[in-house]
């Protein structure tokens, strides 16, 4: 297959408002890869095994968003030990001995807060106890955390988020949501839940010197949490950080061209972000 056929998507349900197709053609461009092209399928759990069986041999891989992640693990032939800790994976990429799944969720999140200084991260706290909590558990173990606080709205979310902690090697240590306030005194926090679920802390957290705050969302942006935090002088990264990070071993895993061309796949997303 040469670069004048392959393809590449973003799955999921809703999946319109998607920016991957900006970050991944950027990056096709960018790398002079003409032929390639990289699209959107709105797709829930129950049609995804019937789309991919049939995808042509043009098809170099898949992204997969919510509430997807779970089910390309299991559509998988193959699949990396850190996706399969979290039970989650966010990449399908097509090989001779089919399709291989991965969660560079994990990677990304890692990446970004080494980026912002975190090196490493013996404390961190996690709100929520969604997918993205469980990515959060695997980067804190690799920045080298030992015990993780996790701060849930419900009791079942953190007993759900065992199983991962467990394969990770990671000690759970349960927070009260009203007690968040309190334990976010740590190198990393990583907050995962819903827009407007922590709009309530901002002005409650005694933020300490060097603190980094990553707020999986990006829009709206700033969150009030995040706001508060800058103006504090805690670090802070977005949903968007993440997003391009990600991204950026996707392609590399879809197109073989290491490393992707970050500035431009960079510029793409942000200039986009910016013009919502």
Known sequence: MTSSSRRAAVCGKPIAHSLSPVIHNAGFAAAGLTGWSYTRFECDEAGLAGLVDGLGPEWAGLSLTMPLKEEGLRL?????????????????????????????????????????????????????????????????????????TVVTRRPAALAALAPAADALGITLLGGAWESAPDVLQADAVISTVPKGAADHLAGQVSWRDGTVLFDAIYDPWPTPLAADAQTHGVPVLSGLDLLLAQALSQFEQFTGVVPAPEAAMRDALFTAAAAR
């Open 76 to 148: 998988a032939a193959v699949a990396t030990p850190v996706a399969v800790a979290v039970g989650a994976a966010n990449t399908l990429v097509r090989r001779d001995d089919g399709w291989h799944a991965d969660n560079t969720d994990v990677a990304g999140m890692v990446r970004v807060l080494r980026d912002a200084g975190l090196k490493p991260a013996p404390s961190v706290t996690v709100l929520g106890g969604g997918g993205t909590a469980r990515a959060a558990l695997a980067a804190a173990a690799q920045l080298g955390s030992s015990a993780v």
